[in-house]
């Protein structure tokens, strides 16, 4: 379902309108930076999907970015935001649910 990197262009009228859609990943979580949800009605409906890796931010290489460098370019791009995204990289895990009791918890001693 992947395929090449694809340059978005999203528009906003004002910096205080949300780009409507939240990363997850990043260097710090050794993990590949993503969309994991997008709003309905948002700069970035349509064009932006759940799944998507997100390969570049601006002039940045999303490669190199932890989450709250990803965050606050994405926070701070203005009224124009480019992203670098190749579509339908990931799938969504939207739809596991978990079974039964939680079988680990970390906090517990």
């Given at each position: 379902m992947s395929g090449p990197p694809i340059p978005i262009v999203l528009q906003r009228m004002?910096?205080?309108?949300?780009?409507?859609?939240?990363?997850q990943g990043g260097r710090d979580f050794r993990m590949q930076l993503q969309v994991k949800k997008v709003q309905a009605g948002s700069p970035a409906f349509g064009q932006v999907h759940p799944g998507d890796a997100i390969l570049g931010i601006g002039?940045?290489?999303?490669?190199?970015?932890?989450?709250?460098?990803?965050h606050q370019l994405i926070?701070?791009?203005?009224?124009t935001l480019q992203l670098t995204l190749m579509k339908g990289h990931f799938s969504?895990?939207?739809?596991?649910?978990?079974?039964?009791?939680?079988?680990?918890?970390?906090?517990?001693h």
């Open positions: 004002d910096m205080r309108q949300p780009w409507g859609f939240r990363i002039s940045n290489d999303a490669k190199q970015l932890t989450h709250m460098q990803a926070k701070s791009a203005g009224n969504s895990l939207d739809h596991l649910v978990p079974k039964g009791g939680v079988k680990f918890s970390p906090w517990k």
